[in-house]
Nanobody, 121 residues
Framework: QVTLKESGGGLVQAGGSLRLSCTASGRIFSINAMYWYQQAPGKQRELVATIVSGGSTHYADSVRGRFTILRDNAENTVHLQMRSLKPEDTAVYYC???????????????WGQGTQVTVSS
């Protein structure tokens, strides 16, 4: 099995910062990419940030310049450093990874359980 576990969520005032972490564990051969998604109440899950195995990053327009995704390959861990937080950032944040479990496996998507981020006005 592969398990992704998020941590670092919580309550923060607008303008503040928060750092989310996600660690993948279990049977992992290679991680191709890791992602952070957000899902606000009543809205669909949306991609916030991506980091691929080569280190390239991508951000949603809504968070570009405020959020930074950083991966620790040795630990199979990805972080999301959130700065200048806004109330509209309030959401459950999910970690995801595209990975293979062995050299013979195709890449599959795995999800964490999510961590709540609440930004107050």
């Amino acid at each position: 099995q592969v398990t992704l576990k998020e941590s670092g969520g919580g309550l923060v005032q607008a303008g503040g910062s928060l750092r989310l972490s996600c660690t993948a564990s279990g049977r992992i051969f290679s991680i191709n990419a890791m992602y952070w998604y957000q899902q606000a109440p009543g809205k669909q899950r949306e991609l916030v940030a991506t980091i691929v195995s080569g280190g390239s990053t991508h951000y949603a327009d809504s968070v570009r310049g405020r959020f930074t995704i950083l991966r620790d390959n040795a630990e199979n861990t990805v972080h999301l450093q959130m700065r200048s937080l806004k109330p509209e950032d309030t959401a459950v944040y999910y970690c995801a990874a595209d990975l293979t479990r062995s050299t013979y496996d195709r890449s599959q998507r795995y999800w964490g359980q999510g961590t709540q981020v609440t930004v107050s006005s």
